[in-house]
């Protein structure tokens, strides 16, 4: 800068997002990201889309609308969160009232206890500092025991309300959520009986003010009765608050998180990414 400030990032990735197809309408989408390579974990998770693709041989189920457990994989809950970053944690959406979570200030709402949610620069792949220049703490607590704790300030909003600049854009760049207990290979035993969520799309808010989210099954959705795969389901429609999906309803969170990094490039290479584990909830709400 013109004050004489340099200001230094490098980061080294890798990002592969690939799919396997039985047909026109059938597929199962897998995705691996990290920092360091391990060819075991790709190992680990071609046999697993393997396995998944092979269920999406026996005949659809058809589900009745209705509130159903669910298994929510990774990538599923990814797109919750990208949704609910939408102003979510910003100060500005905070301070003017547009935050969908406002009702956890305003109310006192909560999730669940065990949710601890954090935007970490030192664990992705964003810069510690902002493009103006400003140095970034290392992590910022969004939710810590299932409570609102602080928002992501840009510039701009530091300065309209005079706090220190904790973020570059009021979006987060490093998505942390802690994990759980739930071990991977108890997830269809602990299921039980309900859907096996592997992705979601076309997630947005249904009524922003109560953090109501809708959104579509996608690829391998799976129905699973007794802790065993049945086989694959129609596409579906869900629409439920975070109040419940990840807050009263919320049993478990997996042992194993997931670090996904954002694959777009519009103006350049993106440097945000989430680091998430699955969502074991007992009993999602479906339209159709």
């Not at 989408?29 to 391990?38: C, I, P, V």
């Not at 999730?111 to 510690?128: K, M, Q, S, T, Y």
């Not at 953090?211 to 439920?240: E, H, K, N, S, Y």
Request: charged share 25%.
């Amino acid at each position: 800068s013109s004050l004489g400030q340099r200001n230094w990032h490098a980061s080294a990735s890798f990002n592969l997002d690939w799919s396997c197809y039985l047909g026109p309408d059938k597929a199962v989408k897998s995705a691996m990201a990290g920092l360091h390579w391990d060819a075991a974990r790709l190992d680990e998770k071609l046999a697993r889309a393997r396995s998944r693709l092979a269920a999406l041989e026996r005949p659809a189920k058809t589900l009745e609308p209705g509130r159903y457990r669910v298994y929510l994989a990774p990538q599923a809950l990814a797109e919750i969160m990208a949704v609910l970053a939408r102003g979510g944690f910003g100060l500005d959406s905070h301070r003017t009232g547009q935050s969908p979570l406002m009702r956890m200030v305003t109310e006192g709402l909560s999730l669940a206890p065990f949710i601890d949610l954090h935007e970490r620069r030192d664990v992705g792949l964003a810069p510690g500092f902002t493009e103006a220049g400003f140095i970034l703490p290392p992590a910022v607590r969004l939710i810590e025991n299932g409570r609102y704790r602080d928002c992501l300030a840009g510039p701009r909003s530091a300065r309209e309300y005079d706090v220190p600049v904790n973020a570059d854009t009021e979006y987060p760049q490093g998505l942390t959520m802690d994990a759980g207990t739930l071990a991977q290979h108890d997830i269809l035993t602990a299921l039980d009986t309900g859907l096996y969520v592997s992705n979601l799309w076309y997630c947005n808010f249904s009524d922003r003010d109560d953090a109501r989210i809708t959104g579509m099954t996608r690829f391998a959705c799976l129905w699973v009765q007794g802790g065993v795969v049945q086989g694959p389901v129609g596409v579906m429609r869900f629409d439920d608050s975070i109040y419940r999906l990840l807050g009263e309803r919320l049993e478990a969170l997996t042992a194993e998180r997931e670090l996904m990094v954002d694959s777009s490039s519009y103006g350049r290479r993106s440097s945000r990414s989430a680091l998430l584990p699955g969502a074991l909830i007992d009993g999602v709400t479906f339209t159709l």
